[in-house]
């Protein structure tokens, strides 16, 4: 639900420059979102994306049986203009990457909160059980418009410091029982590579994870490539 919530809140930020970029009038410098459009630029809240994790590395048979998603927003991006159409981009992102089982696993601690690890749920009836981590991502790019302002494509390299992480199992034994453990400890510095196409505002984007979020032995051990769709605000 707060996932929903997120980007219902992103898409109605994005309605006044997304209708300006379907019209091809540049988005307004005036508006909140945006200041300036001369050789640097800064602008809230650019982008906002949403995409599934496809493992690409070798894993323990029970790790196979989370479904992983993303959901990333961008809070600022600094554009610094090279030539007419190029720009390189400095931002700052939040990502929530989860981690989720439904059905016969369940994500289980061990020794409270040193790590995680996946089981047979045996007789107990779960709901689901989510493992989250909240990153914060420093993302340094490269963007080229392709004739028209309206398509162009962006490459990054992405530092990720990875923030919380929090661990919600939900299950049924005569009445819903939550089970929250927060506080598993991550890899403090990570990175990705993104490349993204879009036009009129609408994308999508690729991501490759070369490195685990989680040492081996604390947490599940995915190195993956995503593929999902990005919304975006133009300057």
Known sequence: MKRVSILLAALLIAVPGLMAQSTGIPFNSNTDFSLGRGPISFQAISYVGWGFHV?????????KKAV???????????????????HITLGVDWDRDCYRLNNNYKWQPINGNEGVTIIHRGSERVRKSNL????????VG????????LLRADAALDFNLNATTRLKIESIEGEKIKSVVKGIP????TCHFTAAVSYGGLGIYAR???????EEGIGP???AVTIGLILGLGM
Not at 55 to 63: I, L, V
Not at 132 to 139: A, D, E, H, L
Not at 208 to 214: A, H, L, S
């Open 68 to 86: 992983n998603s993303e959901l990333f927003l961008n809070i600022v991006e600094l554009r610094v203009h090279l030539y007419e159409q190029g």
């Open 208 to 214: 490759f994870n070369p490195i685990p979020q989680f």
């Open 186 to 189: 991550t890899r403090t510095l």
């Open 142 to 149: 490269f963007e080229h418009k392709f004739g028209s302002w």
């Open 55 to 63: 493992p690409t590395n070798q894993m323990a048979p029970e790790q």
């Open 132 to 139: 989250i981590v909240n990153t914060f991502s420093f993302p």
């Open 221 to 223: 051990q995915y190195r």
